[in-house]
């Protein structure tokens, strides 16, 4: 992996309870990168929670919303397609400045990979990536196989960034404890076979604090040190 140095002042790593409604987050995200562009405020990972909804990152085809009606949908300037976010699932906003981090995409994207499978190795979930498809996935050796022999994998966690004068916005989701049935009024990332899954769904019984210290943990062991809460 192509090490990207890290910036001279340590990220805020900022946690907001309850529910945000994702016009706020957008907002508030779009201030931040610009005062971090300027210089006028630090580099900030940014913790929530949304309301459920769909968003369509900037590849999402119409046919893949099955259910339009379901909930609210966004437009999203990331890359990528149809995913859902609602409660249970911790969504991390990451704004960095690539300019002070080597202005290498590909190497921050796997950066983000790299962060999630940390966590996930905490939870002893060997999650992995695919050449084919964004995000981490995790083997489901239990499901039958795709029709093709190919073996089942869920998604647990998506990627999808944007950059603004080399300044990232948006980020990864991962799902804690969402209701998965909510999943079923889009094609998740345009994918079809594989499914989606939770670290409670693989049974581990998991809070969003434990989660939220797990993500903490492999971000300083990934990207490097954070500004003291």
Known sequence: MTQIPAAPTAPEWRITPGLTPFPEAVDWMEARVAQIAAGEEPECIWLLEHPPMYT???????QDLTDPERFPVYAASR???????GPGQR????????????????AFVTQLET???TA???FNIKGHTHPDRVGVWTPRPEKPPLPDGTPREDKIAAIGIRLRKWVSFHGISL?????LSHFGGIVPCGITGHGVTSLVDLGLPVTMQDADDALRRAYIQTFGPLAER
């Open 120 to 122: 996930l190795d905490s």
């Open 175 to 179: 799902n804690v404890e969402p209701d």
């Open 91 to 106: 969504v991390a906003y990451v704004m960095l400045d690539l300019n002070q981090r080597g202005r290498d995409i590909r």
């Open 79 to 85: 890359g990528g397609q149809y995913t859902y976010h």
């Open 56 to 62: 369509a990152g900037t590849s999402a085809k119409p």
């Open 115 to 117: 962060w999630v499978l």
